[in-house]
């Protein structure tokens, strides 16, 4: 379940954001506020996910609110006036609803927050286990994160090449394995290949060597961010 809050000084506004919080499944209403002053002293004692906010209030705006806050929760801002729009996503809000809000838009800004949330748990569950089992054919075959040397992408499926030279195909995306796969670990080079950075030793203009036989290219769109991470690790800055 997904904490929230909602904070509008408007008693109808406040109503309705309440009732479209308890209308969503995934997400639990845990506290409402018709000022954001009350709000700062409820977040004091409690955590939560996720945020409603508007913006227009008195003594101390929904924008003010949020930015001070030294660790905000996820916030999707409402308001009735567009021109903050902007200035909402420069604080990275989620989302931005405009007043009178609809079920349909408030939903599909409430599952952006649900389906990040869902791939943080994914990724928390295999750092933490370190192991996943993956199927080819009609097997189940569990692997070691640390074992992955590499990851190619082959349309649909996945060659998913292990430390020790063996290798083990499975239907899957590229899309899906970054996801999955904890970019602390892991960094995604190409549109074919995501590799294991535990076993990163050389960068040779556009390419990555494991070893004298494994060479990896390194498209353009991804080079910046390999530049990057050679740069934050290097002796000679």
Do not use: W
Not at 217 to 230: A, D, G
């Amino acid at each position: 379940m997904i904490k929230c809050i909602a904070i509008d000084d408007e008693s109808l506004a406040l109503g309705q954001l309440c009732n479209y919080i308890e209308r969503t499944p995934y997400l639990q209403l845990v506290g409402k506020f018709d000022n954001a002053i009350e709000a700062i002293a409820y977040l004091q004692d409690n955590s939560v996910d996720l945020m409603f906010v508007d913006i227009e209030m008195p003594e101390l705006n929904g924008m003010d609110f949020v930015k001070s806050l030294n660790n905000p929760p996820k916030v999707i801002f409402i308001t009735a006036y567009s021109q903050f729009a902007l200035e909402g996503f420069r604080v990275n809000a989620v989302d931005y609803l405009l007043k009178p809000i609809g079920y349909a838009d408030f939903l599909k800004a409430a599952d952006k927050v649900k389906s990040n949330s869902s791939v943080n748990q994914v990724k928390k569950g295999i750092e933490e286990d370190e192991n996943i089992f993956v199927k080819t054919g009609t097997k189940h075959i569990r692997i070691n994160l640390n074992d992955i040397l590499y990851v190619e992408g082959m349309r649909e499926y996945l060659k998913i090449i292990l430390e020790d030279g063996s290798s083990i195909v499975t239907l899957m995306s590229m899309k899906k394995a970054t996801e999955l796969l904890s970019e602390d670990k892991f960094m995604r080079v190409h549109r074919s290949y995501i590799i294991n950075l535990k076993y990163f030793t050389t960068l040779e203009r556009n390419r990555i060597i494991f070893n004298k036989d494994t060479y990896i290219p390194i498209s353009e769109q991804y080079l910046p961010k390999v530049k990057k991470y050679v740069e934050e690790n290097s002796l000679n800055k």
